[in-house]
């Protein structure tokens, strides 16, 4: 049997006082809707409809590499109205699974308990008992018939006695697609606030005899929907809070686990220890024994076993092998790639670099477009002057040299084998091997000079 997804993600989320549509707004720097589709595909789903209201060409842009069908509710009449604009992308035999757009953390085990559950019911429903239910769908159900469910009464609808139920509907549930058609075509709009309920079809279900069942998440922060920034940012937390824990039981060491930020995927060795306000982007790998400092941020790279980052290091799209010692203050732009035992020291940028074994550039350097061999020392404020105002080229410095404080090296230029730069030097053609090359103005020291007096 197939199984279509229908996302609700018309709303105009009015309460997030922004032009961006609501779903497209980030958690764990992912768009809300985007965590709901990654999800849905990881289950067993044949295809994905997203109802959408607002924004439509930053959606489609937003979501341009997943495959949808795009249902447009012009006009936001409820969320009956909103399966409606989904409904001829759904065939009878399917079974029909509804998911609200703006509850970001639903996972794949609960839906999979609600699908499971509707194998053996024509009806299945995500509920949850709330401590406060205020303004949730109330879950009816019957005590005179084995606790069946009945329908679901909207808060502004209940009796005072309904909003007594602490159950809620979460807006989550399956049904098939023929039920679902046919109970659509039976919507009215006559409620507290003129808007077709999708709710309303428990109800006919119910009055066809039709077995509804329940299914509960695993945790209650999967059904909890975003209409605020106050709520967005609780469950950012939340997420973070998790996959905190997720890490200290594969064995990290957190200093804090409440100020770590994961924004995609972390993977970790062993004996991994992460301090203070570490931000993880995109893809991130760390080998066994990493450390990383206060402050770090990391994004889309691999850190080689028993690496120490140390604060305020800011590494992306970049590589290191084993032992290497970084920061702190050091940041690695895209394309570093760092061999064994590498040192990069305090204020030092490395673009577009390989850097051999055991080589150093502890301070205050710009390496760029850069190929540089084993055992090197660039001294002190050393600069690849890669860039002539229109192109780049390549510096290239062999296995063994030692390169002189505060030095130039204009690209494009080799400094062969074992050779040394002095200090200050400006260096502009290659050096042969184990060569000294020395580029700046000789000292004159003038005698008995006569300081200037004050007039
Ligand atoms: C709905 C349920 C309520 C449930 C609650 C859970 C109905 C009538 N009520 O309440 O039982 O407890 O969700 O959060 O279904 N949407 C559209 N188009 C519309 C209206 C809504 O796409 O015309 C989407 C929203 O973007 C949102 C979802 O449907 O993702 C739920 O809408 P929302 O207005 O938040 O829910 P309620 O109607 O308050
Ligand atoms: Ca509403």
Redesign the pocket.
């Known amino acids: 049997m197939a199984l279509s997804v229908i996302i609700?993600?018309?709303?105009k989320g009015t309460r997030m006082k922004s032009d961006l549509p609501?779903v497209l707004h980030t958690l764990a720097n992912k768009p809300i809707v985007e965590h709901i589709i990654d999800t849905v595909k990881s289950i067993d789903c044949d295809s994905i409809n997203l109802?959408y209201?607002h924004g439509g060409d930053l959606l489609k842009s937003a979501l341009s590499n997943h495959q949808l069908n795009w249902c447009l509710?012009a006009e936001?009449?409820?969320?009956?109205?909103?399966v409606m604009q989904a409904e001829s992308f759904v065939g009878d035999a399917d079974d029909v699974l509804i998911l609200?757009?703006?509850a970001p953390l639903i996972s794949k085990q609960t839906l999979e308990q609600l699908v499971a559950v509707k194998q053996s019911c024509d009806l299945a429903l995500l509920t949850v008992n709330l401590d406060d239910p205020t303004?949730?769908?109330r879950i009816v159900r019957d005590q005179s018939n084995g606790d069946n469910i009945v329908e679901?009464v909207?808060h502004k609808d209940a009796t005072d006695t309904q909003r007594l139920i602490t159950e809620?509907?979460?807006?989550m549930m399956i049904m098939s697609g023929q039920d679902l058609k046919r109970w659509l075509g039976k919507l009215s709009n006559s409620n507290a606030q003129n808007?077709y309920?999708?709710?309303d079809v428990i109800a006919m279900a119910a009055s066809e005899g039709k077995r509804i069942q329940s299914a509960q998440p695993n945790w209650q922060k999967e059904v909890e929907?975003i209409?605020n920034r106050k709520q967005l940012a609780a469950l950012e937390r939340a997420y973070q809070l998790k996959i905190a824990d997720e890490l200290m039981e594969q064995g990290v060491r957190l200093a804090d686990p409440a100020r770590i930020d994961v924004r995609g995927q972390l993977t970790v060795g062993k004996d991994v220890s992460v301090d203070i306000n570490a931000v993880f982007e995109g893809t991130v790998v760390l080998g066994n024994n990493v450390s990383i400092g206060p402050n770090c941020v990391l994004k889309d790279c691999e850190i080689g076993d028993g690496t120490n980052i140390e604060a305020f290091s800011h590494i992306e799209q970049a590589k290191t092998q084993a032992n290497c010692q970084i920061g702190p203050y050091a940041r690695l732009r895209p394309g570093s790639d760092l061999s064994a035992g590498v040192k990069v020291g305090n204020f030092v940028e490395i673009k577009k670099a390989n850097i051999g074994k055991g080589s150093k550039v502890n301070h205050l350097s710009y390496i760029g477009d850069a190929q540089i061999g084993e055992a090197v020392n660039i001294g002190a404020g050393t600069i690849t002057c890669n860039y002539d105002g229109v192109n780049k080229f390549k510096t290239n410095i062999q296995d063994g040299v030692f390169i002189g404080s505060n030095s130039s090296l204009v690209a494009p230029v080799t400094i062969e084998k074992g050779a040394t730069v002095g200090a200050g030097s400006t260096i502009t053609k290659a050096v042969a091997a184990d060569n000294l090359a020395i580029a700046r103005g000789k000292q004159r020291n003038i005698s008995n000079w006569q300081k200037p007096s004050k007039k």
């Open positions: 609700l993600a018309a709303g609501k109802v209201g509710q936001q009449l409820g969320t009956g109205h909103a609200v757009g703006d303004g949730m769908g679901i909207e809620i509907n979460t807006g808007e309920y999708l709710t929907g209409n």
